[in-house]
């Protein structure tokens, strides 16, 4: 359900109302990306309690980003974006409690890898979601 309430979250904050499944969940990725931008500017102006926010909500974020998840379905794929979306959430824990921004910087670089690749995959996405109406069309 947590994933069901950030995937709205976004789609509120964002206006998107005509978005797609996989419009949304790079919107997802993007929020993560930016809460650690957030974060990394206020760890530079000592204003931890904001950093500390930011930092959260991209943990929120991410946790909402497994709940996507089907391990069963998904297999290995699903299964390595699990593991690395709870390193992630690990990593981030470790960077707030250590105004560490290495380890933002290493978050956000994988969270980047994901969104670049989940983006690659569009094209394939949509296809392959035309194909189904057409074949289930009457």
Request: hydrophobic share 40%; charged share 35%; aromatic share 6%.
């Amino acid at each position: 359900m947590k994933g069901l309430n950030e995937y709205q979250k976004i789609n509120n904050e964002s206006s998107v109302l005509g978005a797609d499944d996989h419009q949304l969940i790079t919107l997802l990725f993007d929020k993560v990306l930016e809460s650690i931008t957030v974060a990394k500017a206020n760890i530079g102006s000592e204003r931890y309690d904001v950093k500390s926010k930011a930092i959260n909500k991209a943990i929120e974020v991410i946790g909402g980003l497994r709940e996507f998840l089907d391990l069963e379905k998904g297999g290995e794929i699903a299964l390595r974006f699990e593991q690395l979306y709870e390193w992630s959430e690990r990593t981030l824990f470790a960077a707030t409690r250590d105004n560490d921004v290495i380890k933002l910087d290493q978050v956000d670089e994988v969270i980047r890898n994901l969104r670049e690749g989940w983006v690659g995959i569009r094209d394939q996405v949509i296809t392959e979601e035309n194909k189904k109406e057409v074949q289930s069309a009457p």
